[in-house]
Structures are given as structure tokens and as C-alpha cells.
């Protein structure tokens, strides 16, 4: 099974900040046909998990610009700049490259 | 607008069964990799189980493989999750997830989830 790590698992950052959470997987998300299926998701509290960006980099529609993936291989990272109160819940990664799909652990984001 | 909603959720005793629905609408589902995913209390995502689209293709995680099938009713948009020999770490919300996959047999990410569904394993 591919074994997605997340750092950190908790983040408390200040509105207007940026914060950063690392994931990384234990081989290659890189398919055959080119794409790398690497996504991100947010668990806002008492909510379902939300898609946020998929394939590394793409942006889901209407998703704020402050948003960005960025990553290749094995190493990926989520950066959310300028955070607002809104931006609050747990942060997963996912590879969706091999069976079993399989989750990061999790990042809690907290603001200030 | 697409719609996810589960059904099916209990509190059963070690060793019983259960079956969830997730009705699915406002997309082609029969295009679609349908997937469930649990959180157990206080802790993450877990995938458990996949279906491709025509149905004729299924995964699972082994924590369930042999206990849990999943299955799917394309005239029905409907996707099911049959669970048996419920153990007490099988006590979480499950959730139906929408891949945005429409292929023979494919897997990507989960562009669509229900608002989840709780079951309780415990005597």
C-alpha cells in the first residue's frame, strides 16, 4: 500500500498569514498516462470532506486563488496564503495513483 | 446540482450485517467510479470500497476484503455497500463519494461526497 505522510498534523496560523502542509507519499503518484493523482481535501468541522485540488495542481471551480498545489514524485505540498477564518477544519491528502486509495493522516488548521 | 445521499445507518451488534444505500443525482451515474469511505470516531479518512462504472469491477480495502461487498444499480443510481461480520472497529460515518473518473477502470480523486451516514458496531 502507498503510505501518504503529512506534516505537520497541526498548524495554528494568524488571519492574513500563509501556511504550508507537506505530503508525501511512499512511491511515485506519477500514472502511466502521464497524470499524477495527488489530491487535497478539507473537513470543515461537523461537514463531509470537500474537494479542494486534484491532479497536484488543478484548482476545483471557485476554489479562492489562495489555494495553490504544487509537487511531483513523491513530495507535494498544499500552501494556503493570506488565511481567513473560513480556511479552519483538517486538511487530507490522497493518492488515488494505486489500490488501496489512501490517505494522508491529516493536518488540523487553526486560526488564531 | 449532484447529490449524494446515504441511508442504511444503524447500531448493530458484533457479528451482524448491515446494508447501506447512497442514492445518487444531478449526474450521469452509470458514467461514474463510486466509491465509500469511513471515519471512525475521531480519526481520518478511510477508503473501503470502490465500484467502476458498469459495475463489473470492484475493490476493497483489506480491513474488509471477504466481509463487505459493494455493489451498484445503475437504473436505480444507487450504490450499495452490503457489510457482514460487523466488528467494533467497523464503528464509524460512512461516507459515498462520487470519483471523477469515467473510464473502463479508473480511480482519481473524489470530486463529490454525501453528508455521511453513522453506524455503530457494539453489544
Known amino acids: 500500500d502507498i503510505v501518504m505522510t503529512q506534516s505537520p498534523l497541526s498548524l495554528s496560523v494568524t488571519p492574513g498569514q500563509s501556511a504550508s502542509i507537506s505530503c508525501k507519499s511512499s512511491?511515485?503518484?506519477?500514472?502511466?498516462?502521464?497524470?499524477?493523482?495527488l489530491s487535497w481535501y478539507l473537513q470543515k468541522p461537523g461537514q463531509s470532506p470537500q474537494l479542494l485540488i486534484y491532479e497536484v495542481s488543478s484548482r476545483l471551480s471557485g476554489l479562492p486563488d489562495r489555494f495553490s498545489g504544487s509537487g511531483s514524485g513523491t513530495d507535494f505540498t498544499l500552501k494556503i496564503s493570506r488565511v481567513e477564518a473560513e480556511d479552519v477544519g483538517v486538511y487530507y491528502c490522497?493518492?488515488?495513483?494505486?489500490?488501496?486509495?489512501?490517505f494522508g493522516q491529516g493536518t488540523r488548521l487553526d486560526v488564531k | 446540482e449532484v447529490q449524494l445521499l446515504e441511508s442504511g445507518g444503524d447500531f448493530v451488534q458484533p457479528g451482524g450485517s448491515l446494508r447501506l444505500s447512497c442514492a445518487a443525482s444531478?449526474?450521469?451515474?452509470?458514467?461514474?467510479?463510486m466509491s465509500w469511505v469511513r471515519q471512525g470516531p475521531g480519526k481520518g479518512l478511510e477508503w473501503v470500497s470502490g465500484?467502476?462504472?458498469?459495475?463489473?469491477?470492484?475493490h476493497y480495502a483489506d480491513s474488509v476484503k471477504g466481509r463487505f461487498t459493494i455493489s451498484r444499480d445503475n437504473s436505480k443510481s444507487t450504490v450499495y455497500l452490503e457489510m457482514n461480520s460487523l466488528r467494533g472497529e467497523d464503528t464509524a460515518v460512512y461516507y459515498c463519494?462520487?470519483?471523477?473518473?469515467?473510464?473502463?477502470?479508473?480511480?482519481?480523486?473524489?470530486?463529490?461526497w454525501g453528508q455521511g451516514i453513522l453506524v455503530t458496531v457494539s453489544s
Open positions: 512511491q511515485s503518484l506519477l500514472d502511466s498516462n502521464g497524470k499524477t493523482y
Open positions: 444531478g449526474f450521469t451515474f452509470s458514467y461514474y467510479t
Open positions: 465500484v467502476i462504472a458498469g459495475g463489473g469491477s470492484t
Open positions: 463519494a462520487k470519483d471523477d473518473c469515467s473510464g473502463v477502470s479508473c480511480y482519481t480523486h473524489f470530486d463529490h
Open positions: 490522497m493518492q488515488g495513483a494505486d489500490l488501496p486509495l489512501t
